[in-house]
């Protein structure tokens, strides 16, 4: 339903004030509108998660090259007096020029080693090229394939040259000696980083990647050429892994000032705090911190890797700030790669940020590569500053007095952020800044709690903001956090584990590694957890152990079958589905879980959820079962009888409301077959030879004797839009779809007269199990041949079936597929469909020897032309005809008769088009298409199948499933506190509603204003038109502008306002079946349209009578046991909108209620007559349903009370069928009945006679009783209408159509009053519809 523009202007939305929208609109339930009927049961297309770090590294040796040749000055850098002296936070000046180098050297490997104390140092203190090429060599040869750093200073020696060289000593150091960068690149190899503190550095940069591009050439000229004297030597490394660092541009020198260190560069990267901190001091706003002076800020006092002290607070700080800065700053792989990649990499790297902000302040840039975006000016630099602030203030008290040390406030308010990020953004905002310091937050145990609550609400948000959050790298630390023993934690860490699993189940082998899966045992057998945190944790159990053996195994040890089990009663119904999952998914393919599933009776416990009134849970239910009998271990005879029990206890949900169950069912069926696979063939062979041997007249045959005759002779029958149950394919859709569901009916193109019969449905399948489904191409059995079994089949109903009788169990099963496979519901049909299939072809392959026919007639078949399509598509017998000799077997020929089920039909030759031919489409095929045959694009099967012609892929594969686990499995990944938008006052969703509860509440007020007048003739013709089936069944919707118009098997919409056709489709009833009622369910709202047909099929349909495609929501056996008869009651329901219960009986002994929001079958009610039921009409104050019956008795049941007693009245006033009973909704209301006779009674519920007679037209064909205004009207074979008030007076005569010719009406063939307004609507047999209305000036 969509608002419709012109409405929403129109001056009668302009409500006057006293207008309200009823409330009573807001209070009735909604039918089937729950997450299952909307979506598509799958699972969610999985992210490519690129957080997880394909190649972590590790700097395992560092050297530490010093060309400082103290006291002597390089020549070509003339230094100011006083300069900048210290290296490594020594004056070189201060000792003996050999021991000051010696102590730098040390001093440099201590920094170093604050940040990698694992790495082997090597120092090379003014050394020689030989020496510097010796260490590189050694390193790299110790490193293997880890990473080597190289650190060189160079302010002892020149600049670095425009050739790429960097300056050493000779031996006796009388002469600098240049060290070519491209020999330093072959002895360092890859992967390597360097850095470089010396002026000018910049140079050294640019000259590493011209040799690297140097290389790269070289390795691809040696690739092409071997004869090359490059390809003769050995290859030299690849650079593409080198990561460098260099303290200034090529152009700059490094800064001289005397209150900074020499080796600024060096100090930022190795000792950032301290140079932070004297740098602070140095800026003029430091004077606004008082007392503090650079010597004081030596002794502030602490460790830098404790977390409790003033100094390494301030490191963790630090750490924050500059990993936010790189997270907030740089692309997400450079971001990986430098900051998670390796330890020591991402420490240079968060420092290197704080050199870019020192070193800038004295105009010198430091150089990276990869080049980084300037971060210097970020906005977390002043959280620095003002962190730096807060302690350094503190200090003279600390010192001097000895106060205690007052904790930075900088992780609480950025924690506080990050909440205002989380509560105040809008949909589509840039990620939050804070991310990265939360994950440090974890690492407290202060903010854990509340950084822990703040994640799970932003990973809440949804998948990408799991991906964001792994990508920071939380996983390591949500990890380690679950060996925790604080119960504070547990909600929140599982319900951020069920988040990040429900998007990247890859964890799984984590978990299980360190032994996660523990946590999340003793979370679910933790009785006084709430049953939302077990939910997840068994959520979390069960993607644990999906395919996934080591996790099988694990769980398996640690009791997770009989937590479960325990569990399997819990009321909450989410932790139900999921325990049940958890199950089947712990003992598939698993036999060692299964024996202990077994011994612990699972399977029994399982059966009390197939009954569960929560569709979803009978689902979990069943698949577990299935799982639990699909293994396929060895069987011994205690397994074959559980496997039997458990099969038994699965048929008793072949009429399950519910089509996730039944095709949850299919599947759960399928293991059994495929692990009983001979006994099966046995039973389908036998069926088969029955079904041929029993001419058995299907009441198609019976029906349509001839059924190429045309039925129909309009002029133009317009195009019936084909419906795919949940794809928007408009009618014409692809080739190979031509020969499925509707789109066969031959409609030829030029729009002539046409040959169209309903029953002209390809013989491989009714549209009921195709409906679109794209590969369901002919089959061994189809559908027509599985509909006849399914009758023949000892003509015992089902229910007899279910006990185990004399029948085995494999009987009783495949009958129960047989039922499945003309489910109404396509998806489930089809699905059963490939499993009996696959068996049929089975059995037929092992009983008689392959017969392959002359493969080169086959090849190719002649196309048809376009108006041959549908010629002869439609054998009574059932399957396809055989190819002629000719093998133009879709010609105008006289069909062949067609092959039986039982033989073989002849293979041939995957499809090859033939030179010059267009592009291939169905009408191409030969009639006998390969069974598994993907259709002309099944390229790949040329391979397999040329060989061996009898070996066809199969139809299921052992593996079939039905996606529900991981569609349930969505609800974790989806945002679980967002208010639903449905309850958001100011959606979309709920100003739709409004609008249409507004529009309910005008209408009811209107109509109700004309009724109350009185009408006292009702022949104005407002609407006429020729629809393009016979009318059977008319429904008014009762607040839009909308008819629904139902023939045989097709429903067409008219907008009557507006007097045009908004759409026709097909309902996918089988040939010999037809709608007998219709029924709008949430009319008030969001409108479904209800059809039930007289094999006691229920559809569903939504989407229609807008511009798109009609969908169908669910279907289902409302009734079984129902034999279609040409002269029965078919099918007659009646719809509580205030219950959601749905009533149905018709040629049945019961009436039988439907729950729609359970979807299951809640009362039988017996009618204790031996004739159909005619009609229904209940009230849901009352609790009580009165039914009219063929043998002229009107029935009251109360439905509170039990199967024996429910009868509370019977009249048996009307001799002949009734055609009408009505029970008014008051709280005094009568029932008025009305036989095919035309008398009209009137009885009081408390009195067993009738207070009232009137008499009307004898030969009544239709009746409908308006239930606001008291009137009814009467349709007859006579073709006439009568419409009479309550007193029995006869207001108007209807006898012919307006307009200039005013042609007789046609015999009636269903009239319908409209709920409200005074409309009343009639179909008769000449296809036309009209309504009829009161005066003009009435309305």
Not at 238 to 266: G, H, R, V, W, Y
Not at 597 to 607: F, I, N, Q, T
Not at 1074 to 1085: K, P
Request: charged fraction near 20%; proline fraction near 7%.
């Amino acid at each position: 339903m969509k608002m419709d523009s012109e409405l929403l202007h129109s001056p009668a939305v302009c409500l006057a004030e006293e207008e309200e929208a009823d409330t009573s609109d807001w209070n009735l339930p909604l039918a089937f509108m729950k997450k299952r009927h909307s979506e598509k049961i799958e699972g969610s297309k999985a992210l490519a998660q690129s957080w997880r770090m394909k190649d972590r590294m590790k700097t395992v040796s560092v050297a530490l090259v010093l060309c400082l040749n103290v006291g002597v000055d390089p020549p070509d850098v003339v230094k100011t007096s006083p300069c900048a002296r210290l290296e490594c936070w020594i004056d070189p000046l201060s000792m003996s020029p050999q021991k000051a180098l010696e102590t730098i050297g040390a001093n440099l490997q201590k920094q170093y080693e604050n940040w990698q104390p694992r790495a082997r140092y090597k120092q090379s203190l003014d050394p020689t090229v030989d020496e510097v090429k010796k260490l590189c060599t050694s390193l790299r040869r110790n490193a293997k394939e880890e990473r080597v750093l190289f650190h060189y200073n160079g302010h002892g020696v020149p600049r670095p040259t425009v050739n790429g060289e960097i300056w050493v000593f000779n031996k006796n150091y009388t002469q600098y000696i240049p060290l070519s960068v491209y020999d330093l690149q072959t002895w360092m190899g890859s992967p390597s980083i360097f850095v470089y503190d010396c002026s000018n550095a910049g140079i050294i940069v640019k000259s590493f990647k011209q040799f690297a591009l140097q290389r790269e050439q070289e390795l691809e000229v040696a690739a092409i050429n071997p004869n090359h004297p490059l390809a003769q030597m050995p290859l030299p490394p690849s650079m593409k892994n080198c990561i460098q660092l260099a303290a200034c541009e090529a152009s700059e020198l490094l800064p001289m000032n005397p209150d900074l260190p020499a080796d600024l560069f060096t100090s930022c990267l190795t000792t950032p705090i301290k140079i932070a901190l004297r740098w602070f001091c140095m800026q003029k706003s430091a004077k606004l911190v008082p007392g503090v002076t650079l010597d004081l800020i030596e002794k502030i006092p602490g460790r830098l890797n404790d977390r409790r002290t003033p100094l390494g607070e301030l490191n963790w700080i630090f750490t924050a700030i500059t990993d936010t800065i790189a997270w907030n700053v740089l692309p997400r792989d450079l971001f990986q790669k430098l900051f998670r990649q390796d330890l020591l990499v991402a420490s240079l790297f968060r420092n290197f940020l704080l050199a870019e902000r020192i070193m800038r302040s004295y105009n010198c840039t430091p150089v990276s590569s990869p080049r980084l975006p300037p971060t210097y000016m970020h906005a977390m630099w002043q959280a620095w500053d003002l962190a730096v602030d807060i302690c350094l203030s503190q200090l003279p008290t600390i010192i001097e007095e000895g106060t205690a040390f007052r904790h930075s406030p900088f992780f609480a308010e950025q924690l506080t952020a990050f909440q205002v990020w989380l509560t105040m953004g809008v949909e589509n905002r840039n990620p939050p800044e804070q991310l990265p310091i939360v994950l440090q937050v974890l690492l407290s145990q202060v903010h854990r709690l509340r950084a822990l609550d703040l994640l799970g609400r932003f990973l809440d948000l949804g998948p990408w903001a799991v991906s964001l959050a792994l990508s920071v790298g939380i996983f390591p630390y949500v990890l380690k956090l679950l060996q925790s023993s604080a119960r504070e934690l547990r909600p929140l860490l599982v319900f951020i584990w069920a988040k990040i699993l429900a998007v990247d189940s890859s964890c799984q082998a984590d978990l299980v590694k360190d032994n996660g899966h523990k946590y999340f045992l003793s979370v679910l057998a933790d009785p006084y957890m709430p049953a939302e945190h077990r939910t997840m944790a068994v959520f979390i159990l069960a993607v644990i152990v999906n395919s996934y053996t080591t996790g099988q195994e694990a769980c398996l040890q640690g009791n997770l079958i009989a937590i479960c089990l325990e569990q399997l009663s819990d009321p909450h119904p989410l932790l139900r589905q999921w325990v049940a999952i958890c199950l089947g998914r712990i003992w598939q393919n698993f036999d060692s879980a299964r024996w202990c599933g077994v011994r612990d009776s699972a399977h029994e416990k399982l059966y009390s959820l197939l009954s569960d009134p929560i569709p979803e849970v009978r689902c979990a239910a069943v698949f577990a079962l299935g799982t639990f009998v699909g293994n396929s271990a060895e069987r011994t005879d205690h397994s074959t009888t559980i496997d039997h029990n458990v099969a038994m206890m699965l048929a008793q949900l072949i009429n399950d409301g519910s089509p996730v169950v039944r095709k949850e069912l299919v599947v759960a069926l399928s293991h059994l077959v495929v692990q009983y696979e001979s006994n099966f063939c046995t039973v389908a062979l036998q069926f088969m030879e029955e079904e041929k041997n029993y001419p058995v007249p299907s009441p198609a045959n019976t029906l349509e004797p001839c059924n190429l005759t045309p039925v129909r002779d309009s002029p133009a029958i317009p195009r019936l839009r084909s419906v795919n149950s949940y794809t928007n394919i408009r009618a014409a859709t692809t080739a190979r779809n031509l020969n499925k569901s509707l789109q066969n009916l031959n409609l030829n193109e030029e729009g002539g007269p046409v040959t169209f019969s309903p029953g002209n449905l390809s013989t491989s399948s009714s549209a009921s199990s195709t409906l679109g489904s794209p590969d369901n191409d002919e089959y061994i059995l189809s559908f027509e041949t599985i509909d006849k079994m399914r009758r023949v089949s000892s003509y015992s109903s089902l229910n007899s079936l279910i006990g185990v009788s004399f029948n085995s169990v494999y009987t009783q099963i495949w009958r129960v597929l047989l039922h499945l496979a003309a489910d109404p519901f396509p998806e489930v049909s089809d699905l059963a469909m490939k499993v009996l299939n696959s068996i049929a072809y089975k059995a037929t392959m092992n009983a008689r020897p392959q017969r392959i026919l002359d493969s080169g007639s086959l090849t190719q078949s002649a196309p048809a032309s376009p108006t041959s399509k549908g010629a002869h598509i439609h054998q009574a017998g059932g399957s396809p005809p055989m190819p002629s000799a000719s093998s133009s077997s879709l010609t105008n020929e006289v069909p062949k008769p067609p092959i039986r089920g039982g033989e073989q039909p002849p293979t041939r030759p995957p499809y090859t088009p033939t030179l010059g031919g267009q592009a291939p489409h169905s009408h191409q095929f030969p009639r006998t298409r390969k069974m598994f045959d993907k259709g002309p694009s099944g390229s790949e099967q040329a391979g397999d199948d040329a060989d061996d012609p009898g070996g066809h892929k199969a139809y299921m594969n052992a593996n079939l499933s039905t996606g529900l686990c991981d569609w349930s499995a969505k609800y974790f990944a989806q945002p679980v506190m967002k208010i639903p938008e449905e309850h958001d006052v100011e959606s979309q969703v709920r100003k739709e509603r409004e609008w249409r509860f507004l529009r309910n509440a005008r209408v009811r007020k209107q109509s109700q204003r004309i009724t109350q007048r009185g009408v006292t003739r009702l022949d104005d013709q407002i609407f006429i038109n020729r629809n393009p089936g016979v009318p059977s069944v008319v429904k008014f919707h009762p607040f839009n502008p909308c008819i629904a118009v139902a023939d045989k098997d097709s429903i067409c919409f008219w907008d009557w306002e507006k007097a045009e056709r908004l759409d026709y489709f097909y309902n996918g009833n089988p040939r010999y079946t037809r709608i007998t009622a219709m029924e709008y369910l949430n009319g008030h709202d969001y409108s479904l349209l209800l059809t039930a047909t007289d094999d006691g099929a229920l559809r569903i349909w939504k989407n229609f009578a807008d511009q798109r495609n009609p969908e169908m929501v669910t279907a289902w056996q409302g009734l079984s046991d129902m034999l279609p008869t040409t002269r029965g009651a078919g099918m007659v329901v009646d719809w509580e909108q205030e219950t959601g219960l749905l009533m149905t009986s018709g040629d049945v002994r019961v009436i039988r209620i439907w729950d729609t929001e359970r979807e299951m079958k809640v009362q039988d009610i017996p009618t204790g007559a031996d004739s159909c039921v005619t009609c229904l009409s209940c009230d849901s104050q009352r609790s009580l349903i009165a039914a009219g019956l063929g043998d002229g008795s009107v029935r009251l049941y109360d439905r509170r009370m039990g199967a024996n007693e429910c009868r509370v009245m019977t009249y048996r006033e009307h001799s002949s069928w009734v055609v009408k009973a009505h029970l008014q909704k008051q709280t005094d209301g009568k029932i008025i009945s009305v036989s095919v006779d035309g008398d009209v009674r009137f009885f009081e519920l408390r009195s067993p006679d009738s207070v009232n007679v009137l008499q009307t037209v004898k030969g009544l064909t239709a009746l409908d009783i308006h239930p606001q205004a008291n009137l009814f009207a009467c349709g007859s074979m006579n073709q006439f209408i009568a419409v009479y008030n309550s007193n029995g007076d006869v207001i108007s005569n209807i006898k012919y159509y307006d307009g200039f010719m005013g042609q007789r009406i046609g015999a009636i063939s269903c009239l319908a009053f409209h709920p409200y307004w005074p409309h009343l609507a009639v179909g008769s047999n000449d296809y036309y519809m009209s309504i009829y209305s009161a005066e003009k000036r009435l309305r």
